[in-house]
């Protein structure tokens, strides 16, 4: 294809029990897009890495199955968000370390290489759990998770858009993307700008 619209829209602030404190002040709304081209120059997709465990779906799941929010059609209780945090910690880091060191292997590349991290911004904890991990400084980490909470799929795309204006990215610098989510599901990517 020649154009590709990516495109990752929640809104999470349907979805959450408000009287959860543990949970409902991570999550935010919002959107993000990238179109992916082809391209002449240097610029690709180096590698990408994509795993699940729906047998973990139990620590991180929506109530009720249904996602019309609070006011479905058939009013079977009430749906928001069941998350085990200290359980989905532990996964998130251990998938998402695992996965970024399979895309750099492929990829060629060690931490070193790389300009800068994209995490999945669920909560900075984590995201200094996988950097540390993968030895990656503190000024290749790129956060803004404080400004919106875990906007789940939205998060990598607002981010990169975020860290292209942070890094000045430049032909031939490298990114990898690394990423969690529901289902337990999990990517990464390494990028060459």
């Given at each position: 294809?020649?154009?590709?619209?990516?495109?990752?829209?929640?809104?999470?602030?349907?979805?959450?029990?408000?009287?959860?404190?543990?949970?409902?002040?991570?999550?935010?709304?919002?959107?993000?897009?990238?179109?992916?081209?082809?391209?002449?120059?240097?610029?690709?997709?180096?590698?990408?890495n994509?795993?699940?465990?729906?047998?973990?779906?139990?620590?991180?799941?929506?109530?009720?199955?249904?996602?019309?929010?609070?006011?479905?059609?058939?009013?079977?209780?009430?749906?928001?968000?069941?998350?085990?945090?200290?359980?989905?910690?532990?996964?998130?880091?251990?998938?998402?370390?695992?996965?970024?060191?399979?895309?750099?292997?492929?990829?060629?590349i060690?931490?070193?290489?790389?300009?800068?991290?994209?995490?999945?911004?669920?909560?900075?904890?984590i995201?200094?759990?996988?950097?540390?991990?993968?030895?990656?400084?503190?000024?290749?980490?790129?956060?803004?998770?404080?400004?919106?909470?875990?906007?789940?799929?939205?998060?990598?795309?607002?981010?990169?858009?975020?860290?292209?204006?942070?890094?000045?990215?430049?032909s031939?610098?490298?990114i990898?993307?690394?990423?969690?989510?529901?289902?337990?599901?999990?990517?990464?990517?390494?990028?060459?700008?």
């Amino acid at each position: 294809y020649e154009n590709i619209f990516v495109l990752g829209s929640e809104k999470l602030s349907s979805v959450v029990d408000w009287t959860d404190r543990n949970t409902c002040v991570l999550f935010g709304d919002g959107a993000g897009a990238v179109i992916v081209q082809p391209s002449d120059g240097p610029s690709k997709l180096r590698a990408y890495n994509l795993g699940a465990s729906g047998a973990q779906h139990s620590i991180l799941y929506l109530l009720n199955g249904n996602t019309c929010g609070p006011n479905n059609a058939d009013k079977t209780g009430p749906h928001y968000m069941v998350m085990e945090g200290q359980d989905v910690f532990k996964k998130a880091v251990t998938a998402m370390c695992r996965s970024a060191i399979n895309v750099m292997k492929e990829a060629g590349i060690t931490a070193d290489d790389l300009t800068c991290v994209i995490p999945h911004q669920a909560n900075v904890r984590i995201i200094d759990a996988i950097a540390d991990r993968l030895e990656v400084p503190a000024g290749k980490r790129f956060i803004n998770v404080q400004k919106y909470g875990n906007i789940s799929s939205a998060c990598i795309p607002v981010a990169l858009s975020e860290a292209r204006e942070h890094y000045g990215f430049k032909s031939g610098d490298k990114i990898l993307l690394v990423a969690f989510g529901g289902g337990l599901t999990w990517a990464s990517a390494v990028l060459e700008w």
